[in-house]
């Protein structure tokens, strides 16, 4: 059985202070074959290799935009440097509060918990997400049933955290080679991605810490005090 390990599964920075030689470098990247694709994002240009891009040739101060998919931060840790930490520290070297004066910026990152050992029991957290026994700072709740299997989303994909926990098996079609395997995911844009890469600590201690401030479940909200509700067990189990 596999076992359960949390993954970066979106990337997304811009960089106004290296060219698209040196931001190749950087990743590690110089001895694959990229191609030359056109841009998108307000980008002319983009080089392209296994869901890594690299786009160029922008307007005046736009710089260079690098996006990763899934599969993207895959290729990366395979064929790059797949060293996040120092590019983390690099980007939160180069930012600054002020967007004029800001050299670097992340503006999107995903980080993926992957369940294989049934800690997390989607079918109850359906249940309980519709008896609203959760405590979050997300406005916006739904739980999903549909023939890619069942979802429980917290927030909204277009504002800056979102929290999605659905069928990975199911969605990946992989019903005959693993039993159980459930991805619990952050969504992380702007101010929060910037957030997360301020904290101390490495991807677990990180993940959890932000998962944490923005859901839990509980047995019963203490409508006086919600901060004051009881963790449930299993999502106490999760947690730890």
Known sequence: MKTDFLIYDYLTFTTKI?????????LGLSDVKFELMNGFYGYKDKLFFDNISIM????????????????????????GTGDYDSLFALILQNYDDDAD??????TRLDIAYDDFSGVLDLPLLCRETQKHNFVSRFKDWQVIYGNKGIAVNHG?????????????????N????????VRCELQLRKDCAIG????????NTKYFQVLNNYLRYVNVVVQSNP??????SYWLKFLQ
Not at 156 to 172: H, M, N, P
């Open 196 to 203: 997360y890469l301020m904290l101390s600590g490495d991807i």
């Open 174 to 181: 992989m019903q005959d080679v693993v039993s159980h395997w």
């Open 227 to 232: 901060s004051m509700s009881e963790i449930a």
């Open 56 to 79: 160029f040739n922008g307007r005046v101060g736009m710089g260079v935009c690098v996006e990763m998919s899934g599969k993207g931060c895959r290729a990366f840790e395979t064929y």
């Open 101 to 106: 004066k800001r050299k670097m910026n992340i």
């Open 156 to 172: 909204s994909k277009a504002s800056t955290a979102f929290v999605r926990i659905y069928d990975k098996r199911l969605e990946q």
């Open 18 to 26: 290296q060219k698209v030689s040196e931001v190749v470098e950087l």
